[in-house]
């Protein structure tokens, strides 16, 4: 996929509010680490994640992507009749029906012409967001666009923390290790076609993309339901790291050779990369196997964690707020979701 008409003209976010460390959900699995014999400190250890933040238990999903959107709109001054869709692209939702995008696009004023929607895309969802946005500009069915998402971890991590405690076995902490490192926040990406009068804004052009699955592996981690009795259903989530993390640096591998045969690029011609934030082991592994060093990237697990869909687009919003990436800069933007899919954006900041 090349593209020659369309730019992201701005990356806002929001950050929950509340700060959780890892020590404190280690406090809460004491007698689990007891029984097993594992040290505390281990969580952050061996994923790098001091801490993350948390929306308050009563927050609603939309009302994070709303927030941010209109921080979009405000610093651009973009007029909301020129956004031709809104896309809302969140692992975590308001309800399965209608689209949460059908809210977010009632409180920003869309007009009737404006495509609204939801996409699902694991934590490939902003990325996917952003290439469905780029497609129509490319065409020239709309000007401009925005994709808006918002994670939550809290629910997720607190029913997780009480299976553990329920089910004390090595097998399952290890499974569940992924799911502690859940981070919340909420962003709005927009695109546009280079030719409407914004304020305040830079136009960072995009280049093109790469994207290749492996559908294969679509078991290694899932997010769901699970029957715990007679019509009863518990939300679940486990991830098979070491398998998970194999395959999905073998397949980051194939897309990257695609992402530089695509764009005559050679390694050293990109400046700068901005890759979904997992942990420390991932970052090392699938920076070690694209050959790319550790100084061209931009890290915020540590004290964010994995925010899901929202991680990669707020870890880019730093980044140039901080001066890291450069006006002219070659930038990619690097993805990996369960599914397996992998996925890569090559920009011109």
């Not at 809290?154 to 329920?166: A, S, W, Y």
């Amino acid at each position: 996929m090349k593209y020659s008409r369309v730019y992201i003209n701005s990356l806002a976010y929001e950050l929950a509010p509340d700060t959780i460390s890892s020590s404190e959900l280690e406090s809460r699995l004491a007698p689990l680490y007891q029984k097993l014999r594992i040290p505390m400190g281990q969580l952050a250890a061996l994923t790098g994640i001091q801490e993350r933040r948390w929306w308050p238990s009563d927050h609603r999903l939309s009302d994070g992507a709303i927030a941010a959107a209109k921080k979009t709109i405000d610093e651009t001054a973009i007029n909301i009749n020129d956004i031709g869709a809104v896309v809302y692209t969140g692992v975590c939702r308001d309800q399965h029906e209608p689209a949460t995008a059908c809210r977010i696009a009632a409180e920003l004023g869309v007009n009737k012409n404006t495509a609204i929607y939801d996409i699902s895309n694991a934590c490939l969802g902003v990325l996917s967001g952003i290439l469905d946005i780029a497609n129509r500009i490319e065409l020239g069915q709309i000007k401009a666009g925005l994709v808006v998402s918002c994670e939550s971890a809290r629910h997720i991590v607190d029913i997780t923390i009480d299976n553990m405690l329920e089910n004390p076995t090595i097998q399952n902490f290890s499974q569940s290790l992924a799911t502690l490192t859940g981070g919340s926040g909420a962003v709005a990406v927009l695109l546009t076609d280079g030719s409407l009068p914004l304020k305040n804004s830079c136009q960072h052009k995009l280049l093109g993309a790469s994207h290749l699955s492996a559908p294969e592996h679509h078991d290694l981690c899932k997010w769901g339901l699970q029957e715990v009795g007679l019509k009863l259903h518990r939300e679940f989530m486990r991830t098979n790291a070491v398998p998970l993390l194999k395959e999905g640096v073998a397949l980051a591998n194939d897309t990257w050779k695609h992402f530089l045969n695509q764009h005559n690029w050679r390694v050293e011609q990109v400046d700068k990369v901005i890759c979904h934030q997992v942990g420390s082991a991932n970052q090392k592994q699938v920076l070690a196997a694209l050959n790319i060093p550790a100084y061209k990237e931009f890290p915020t697990y540590q004290k964010l964690g994995n925010m899901g869909t929202v991680s990669l687009p707020v870890t880019a919003a730093m980044a140039d707020e901080q001066g890291f990436l450069k006006k002219g800069d070659n930038v990619s933007f690097l993805g990996i979701g369960s599914g397996l899919n992998c996925m890569m954006l090559g920009l011109e900041w």
